[in-house]
């Protein structure tokens, strides 16, 4: 029995081998993530002939390269939680961090866990695309948000109480009303210098030119708006048009970066033979779909439904001690912060949708929990665990 610990950093990794009660058979030393370095390391394994076992911490992206070489040599892999490693590594009463040390721990770690060590599998292709797309698309997310609150500040210098007479960026459409507007006029100088009437013959023709619905309402309160608003800054002032243009083209760049990953992931989504069945689900549609399959990735890898609760952290955990059974318990938020965000909008789309006749158990599971005096959020988060459960028995039907 021989279990090999690796210390993964960005560009190279600490090797130590260790079997049974703490014998170092090699290591620790370093190796470069080359194929050079990596191919010499599965040969010495393989030379010692032993029943042998790698294992090493998830690090980001650093490890996939090399858990992904070492499984081709035909060698076991096991990738460990960083959480539970960092648990494991508490243990010592001498706090001492350096990678040869951490190498060895890993190792350690591998010994005392040999029979619970789970094997690495790589993601099928479609599933890794789907993966480092949805993150992509959470990043630029962000991107977008910080990008839009810096908009929203300039508008409240040149057109103060804009910003809610426009919806944001469309998901489905690509299109953002407001940078739009924002590009044709920039301040309220540039609407009062017309008539009110002119102005309103302008916003209708300006709509058709983009192509959104025309509204005599909107064009009038906008109008009335730029009469009375406010503006802290000059019109004539010469960065006050060059920062807002800035800002809206740095904000349809990330808007366009944004509709072509969610267009990929949508083309990819549909190559998978669970798509009808995801998409067919309540409160899911075309965008939701996608996100979710992102993120859960292949129903498989996971052992059972509470597995997959697990991961997206809203299982609460049993807490007893003696005769006392705790029963108000929070969830561990130990899983994905990502699925856990999908899931919640997921679950508010239920609620604004109703009731299916279809497939109503979710939304019937979210409204017993709120007569049972649950909050709302509570009782949502309550109908997601439900929800997960049936998305891992349905999906796994269609691999059945």
């Not at 076991?76 to 009463?93: A, G, H, L, T, W």
Request: overall charge positive; hydrophobic content about 40%; some cysteine.
């Amino acid at each position: 029995m021989l279990s090999v610990g690796i210390d993964v950093s960005k560009e190279k990794s600490t090797v130590c081998g260790m079997r049974h009660l703490g014998e170092i058979v090699f290591g620790p030393f370093e190796i470069a993530h080359t194929e050079s370095d990596l191919s010499e390391l599965a040969r010495m394994i393989v030379r010692l002939d032993d029943d042998t076992r790698v294992v090493m911490e998830a690090t980001g992206i650093y490890h996939l390269p090399v858990a992904t070489f070492v499984r081709e040599q035909g060698l076991f892999v096991s990738i460990i939680n960083p959480y539970e490693m960092k648990i494991y590594r508490s243990q010592d009463i001498r706090k001492v961090k350096t990678d040869k040390r951490d190498s060895m721990v890993i190792a350690n770690y591998g010994v005392d866990k040999w029979i619970n060590l789970r094997e690495f599998t790589p993601q099928e292709d479609v599933y890794a695309e789907l993966r480092l797309l949805g993150r992509q698309y959470r990043f630029y997310m962000e991107s977008r948000i910080e990008q839009l609150l810096n908009l929203t500040h300039l508008l409240d210098y040149t057109m103060p109480g804009l910003k809610s007479c426009f919806s944001g960026w469309s998901e489905y459409s690509g299109k953002d009303k407001l940078c739009d507007f924002v590009e044709e006029y920039w301040h309220y100088d540039n609407i009062i210098k017309f008539s009110e009437s002119k102005f309103v013959e302008r916003y209708q023709k300006w709509t058709k030119k983009k192509g959104y619905q025309f509204s005599e309402t909107k064009a009038v309160q906008i109008y009335r708006l730029a009469k009375e608003g406010i503006p802290t800054v000059p019109s004539n002032a010469p960065s006050t048009k060059m920062l807002l243009l800035e800002t809206t083209k740095a904000l349809r760049e990330i808007n366009s970066a944004l509709f072509a990953i969610l267009t990929r992931m949508k083309e990819l989504a549909k190559t998978l033979p669970e798509y009808p069945v995801v998409r067919a689900m309540s409160g899911v549609g075309d965008v939701l779909a996608v996100k979710l399959m992102a993120e859960i990735g292949d129903v498989r890898k996971y052992h059972s439904s509470k597995s997959l609760v697990a991961y997206a952290g809203i299982d609460p955990p049993p807490y007893e001690s003696g005769k006392l059974i705790g029963t108000n318990r929070h969830i561990t938020k130990r899983g994905s912060s990502t699925l856990r965000k999908i899931g919640y909008e997921v679950m508010r789309c239920v609620k604004a949708n109703g009731r299916s006749e279809d497939d109503p158990a979710v939304y019937d599971f979210m409204l017993k929990k709120e007569s049972e005096g649950k909050a709302k959020k509570a009782a949502k988060i309550a109908a997601l665990n439900k929800f997960l459960r049936i998305y891992y028995a349905r999906v796994l039907e269609v691999y059945a």
